[in-house]
């Protein structure tokens, strides 16, 4: 029996259009069963305009409200019978065994926190992302924004949950895993990073070490930890060299006709690039530690990104991720015998 | 009378060839007198091999020991007679109006603390990258390693540095100033942020409110001030990305004939992106709140790196930054009312 996914059609920047191509494809090429969740009516009358839908696996849930990118937290708690919050409360009464939506980031977050609670063991559920290397491989970072101002035992966690996503999404045996600090060696980075680093060379992971900004993109490290506030500012930072990166490509290969049929000639070239650094392809950012399947993918999100996420949601539920996660971290408590400061 | 910049002639990883061209470059170009520091006879007979030099304000201070990118804390203050403690010395003497290395950052900080000290009024000096916008226009990113575990008033005082350092050598007339958080509301960031932003509404700045790490590259913002560790993540995960962009292109551009003629007529348009990208044009990174003139280039500086910083140096000290610092910071304390937490 194949998982089934509620899916927030209401959450992309061009929703529901993504949402509902994105779930068609799931359907018809990963065999998911998709719960559309939002107003009914709309959906309904999107969804009669694809023809071959019917045949497919794919069920509309109303939600009357929907959260937008600039809601306020006040907002976000008034809107009772949102498209997130009535597609989390699917996974909490077991009519779905994952969610997704494109979504507003810290919303989606604190409802699932909300909605669904955190596994036992875990303290801070924390939001994982997956980006490309040099190497062609891909590398997780925890947390990228679940989290600010974080204690060591926090960032002892989310090594813990990184580890078991990665090898259970990305099929690493054993993955390496990293503190995002300031410097390589035990005594470099700030107070935190410092006192962190004392718990988790203790853990039964492949620790590596401290490892630095760049590292992210080098591929030598499967894994990297940071809190919330630091990740976010690394994964922010990047996305603005690539707009800086693309930017600035463009402007230089219009400027003259011999460029211009250059670029026409190295398109191809680009387009395989483009997908190469392409998040879309990761199926978005689990929040690792709550009690259920959370995805998270970017508002810009495409149908490919809507499709991998769903694919990559059920991957998660079907992998027993979060069981792993319960069983290692009470395991981890019950046996070493871990300095606390 | 032109300033004179003490340049570590040891400090890049290809010392001292750019050193040495490119001090006699900027004596060449503007007008620079340098002092190259580091072992006399071996800088003397590199020196001979480039007939002008003599005609130029080029003159060598003899260091007998080199602290290389691999010295730890110990090793870097056992070497009394390093290139690195010499230059600072003779801008501490007044022999020099400002120093120069492309040498090992940590080292370079730390000894340029030691020997300078602060400026009146600055309680921790601070670390100052320029990097490129998509408007190309440059940003500033201060603190980028120099301090971490940082106070509201250390970042308080980053503003006040930055928008004077920005003000005088890029031209900016009334900067925009921002913190690197999380979120634009006031209430986003962590407790560091939250506290800063408090501060830094009352400065008599033009303070734009908190941008993200996307926002590093945009150009709607000249200044950008975070503490050293999430400085230093920011600027490092960029690097990493702008590397993983040309190992990217580079690969799916040599991928077929089609794809190398495109590449080979749009030579040009590359060769200018990398222009646009490069950090060299720059200049270095000045150690903002030190008594003296203090800039530390990238260990891979080239002969236009070190030409560069050498000319900014001057500038710096010819527009008198540091007398400016003294006086808004010791003026800011005296007049406005700044609520302390």
Redesign the interface.
Known sequence: MPSVIALDAMGSDKAPKPEIEGALQAARHHGARVLLVGPEAQLKAELSRYPGARRLEIDIVHASEVITMDD?VEAIRAKRDSSIRIGLRLVREGRADGFVTAGNT?AAMATARMVLGSLPSVDRPALAAAF???LNTAAILVDV?AN??CEPHNLEQFAVMGDIYCRAIFGVKRPRVGL????E?ESK???L?RKAFKLLKHLPLNFVGNV???????GQVDVIV?D???G??????????????R???KE??K??I??Q??????????S??KK??DHTEYGGAPLLGVKGVCFITHGSSNTNAIKNAIRVAAEFAEGHVNETIARELAGLHAKTPVPTH
């Open positions: 306020k810290g490309p290397t040099v924004g600010v101002d995002l600090s300031i410097g060696e980075g700030n107070e990073t630095e900004g760049r590292d992210l993109y080098l940071a919330g506030f630091v976010n500012v690394a994964l922010k930072s990047s996305e603005g060299v690539a707009r800086l990166v930017a600035v490509l230089t290969l400027s003259t011999t460029r049929v250059g670029a026409l000639l190295s398109r191809n070239a680009f395989d690039f190469r650094l």
